[in-house]
Every structure is written in C-alpha cells, then in structure tokens.
Nanobody, 125 residues
Framework: QEQLVESGGGLVQAGGSLRLSCAAS????????MGWFRQAPGKEREFVAA????????YYADSVKGRFTISRDNARNMVYLQMRSLKPEDTAVYLC??????????????????WGQGTQVTVSS
C-alpha cells in the first residue's frame, strides 16, 4: 500500500539547520506532487512547502520563504526539506504529504491523498 516515511527531525538551536527526508513507496512517485505540513500543540496544521511532479514548480508559506527549500529526487522516490535559520516558532511535528494529481498548487490547498506519520522538530532559544 501507499506509504510515506519521514526522517531527519531532532533538536537544534535557534539559527541552526536541519534536513528532513520523506521516502515514498507504493505509489507512482514521478507523477505525484509532494509537500510538507507542520502542526504545533494547540495550533491547526499549516502548509509549509509544495513541489510538483517534475520539481519545476514550488510554493512556500510566507513564514518560511527564503529559509526553507523543498526538493525531490525522482530516481530515489525521495522528497526533502532543507531548513535553515531555524526559529523557536518552527517547532512542530512535520508531515510529508502526496497529491496524485501531480500539481503543487493542489498540495498548497491541502488536496492530499496520502500522509506520513510525522517527525518532530524542536528549536531551542
């Protein structure tokens, strides 16, 4: 069955960097748009970044623009989130997501077919 598994979360000081990975299986990865969401305690899940099936189109939330970069490797069925200049307000569970239509704008609008279980990112001040 379709599965998304995140890794790379952890504890980092403010100003530091982390790279999250998401491994996809059981789906046609090369025709699937991918993205990242996050959810902090007491807050709603929010969109972070999206990338279309080819990698040519990306979208970012205003809160992470210029600090985070989403990328994909279609030969390895992997999507990544490089996070730089991390802030305490970035602390959350980060979730990998997939949209079978292949459109990044669909991910941005929460049109999601499959979700990962999430990986914890904690940024200390």
């Amino acid at each position: 069955q379709e599965q998304l598994v995140e890794s790379g979360g952890g504890l980092v000081q403010a100003g530091g960097s982390l790279r999250l990975s998401c491994a996809a299986s059981g789906l046609t990865f090369k025709s699937t748009a991918m993205g990242w969401f996050r959810q902090a305690p007491g807050k709603e899940r929010e969109f972070v970044a999206a990338i279309n099936w080819s990698g040519a189109t990306t979208y970012y939330a205003d809160s992470v623009k210029g600090r985070f970069t989403i990328s994909r490797d279609n030969a390895r069925n992997m999507v990544y989130l490089q996070m730089r200049s991390l802030k305490p307000e970035d602390t959350a569970v980060y979730l990998c997501a997939a949209d079978r239509t292949g459109q990044a704008i669909g991910v941005m609008r929460s049109r999601i077919d499959y979700w990962g279980q999430g990986t914890q990112v904690t940024v200390s001040s």
